[in-house]
């Protein structure tokens, strides 16, 4: 049975006592954000103490707003979820859409991101290698609209490479206004 | 220029002060909410205080989830906004959808809700009397998915009847499992 309780938040907690070892962190466009050592992924309901971490970014997990049915589907068969044990490297990717994005009607939205930018099919190239989940943050009121977060083994961070690149040439990626790229590897303290 | 902040929440609140009074609270689907005298709706960032609302709902103004390019320039011509001077009358919907809504990809979504349920088409047929704005509370942790406030004159309330029947009619209401109507007439105390 599908759990219909209401939606809880996810928290991305930059620290000094996550799992997640922060390598580095790239403003790609727009303003950095502040230094952090480490990164916890938190879900639930208790808010984290902003006193406790450098940076607070929150977001949910949310029903797919361009997916369509034959997408979804390849998606399900292909995907691998998130904590394979060989999968300890990982990239947290911060997007701000702009406001001209977010006014465009459904239909205009569709067809920039895919068929014109192929977002959907560029990420299913590199399934399982790279694992993904997408978290929703601009209806919190949080700074970012997207948090996206990719697990991968380290033979796959080529692989990364290519794919954010790939979408970064794209015509959706014109409608960005910030974005911050975090790559980290697994070394709990 | 374009507002480009953080997304706010409103807050409706049922209470004993707000400018609108209750006349009835009915649940069409599932179970009803606590009763109150009276409701505020309140825009911006601080957050009410339980103890002094019977009920609180919160919600997001977010971009359009499945109006194309066509249907929103036509709801863009005819619309008229909240606080009409003669728009004395109110109604506050509540929904929630089944996890299937949810689940379902967004072309099926998109499918049921226009082409099989004509929703965005009914809602236009009663413009500009009805006036109509929505509020997203899923990914807010919310026990409700949407708020949709309503405003029109004394004498459209018929229509306005018309409207919520033609809807609770379609396959897309198959999916709502809990609907709450409030009424309400402006009264500032």
Not at 41 to 69: D, M
Request: charge should be negative; include cysteine.
């Amino acid at each position: 049975m599908l759990h219909s309780g209401p939606v809880q938040p996810f928290y991305f907690l930059g620290n000094s006592t996550g799992p997640w070892l922060i390598k580095t962190s790239t403003a790609i466009i727009g303003a950095p954000i502040p230094e952090a050592e480490r990164v916890t992924v938190s879900g639930g309901i208790h808010s984290p103490l902003q006193e406790e971490n450098q940076w607070i970014f929150k977001g949910v997990v949310s029903n797919h707003r361009y997916t369509n049915r034959d997408e979804k589907e390849s998606l399900v068969a292909v995907q691998e979820g998130l904590n394979r044990p060989q999968a300890t490297c990982a990239a947290m990717i911060l997007i701000k859409k702009s406001e001209a994005w977010w006014e465009l009607p459904q239909d205009e939205r569709r067809a920039i991101l895919e068929q014109q930018s192929e977002h959907i099919k560029t990420g299913m190239k590199y399934l399982p290698a790279i694992a993904r989940k997408l978290y929703h943050s601009r209806d919190l009121g949080e700074s970012i609209d997207f948090i996206t977060w990719f697990e991968f083994a380290p033979e796959h961070e080529k692989d990364f490479n290519a794919l954010v690149a790939e979408l970064r040439k794209t015509r959706e990626w014109e409608f960005v206004e910030r974005e911050i790229d975090i790559r980290m590897v697994k070394e709990t303290v």
